[in-house]
């Protein structure tokens, strides 16, 4: 399971699953600091990709730009 926020770089090493959280940057995979429960909730969307039937190498993108908690 890999959170990314490079998904060109992440997509060569071909990771079992991967999210890609729209539109954060290096540093800010899960949003921004002190916001635990919007941190929880992108964790708890990386883990249900465990049930997601993908090749290997896919890359999931969610947007969280309006994303409220």
């Known amino acids: ?7 060109n770089e992440s997509e060569q090493a071909g990771p079992p699953r991967a999210l890609y959280p729209k539109p954060f940057e ?10 635990p429960a ?6 708890r969307d990386a883990l249900s990709l465990m049930h ?10 969610k947007d ?4 409220t908690v």
């Open 1 to 7: 399971m890999l959170i990314t926020v490079s998904p």
């Open 26 to 35: 290096p540093g800010y995979s899960l949003g921004q600091a002190n916001d």
């Open 38 to 43: 919007f941190q929880k909730r992108i964790l």
């Open 52 to 61: 997601y039937p993908a090749e290997p190498g896919t890359i999931i993108t």
């Open 64 to 67: 969280y730009r309006n994303a």
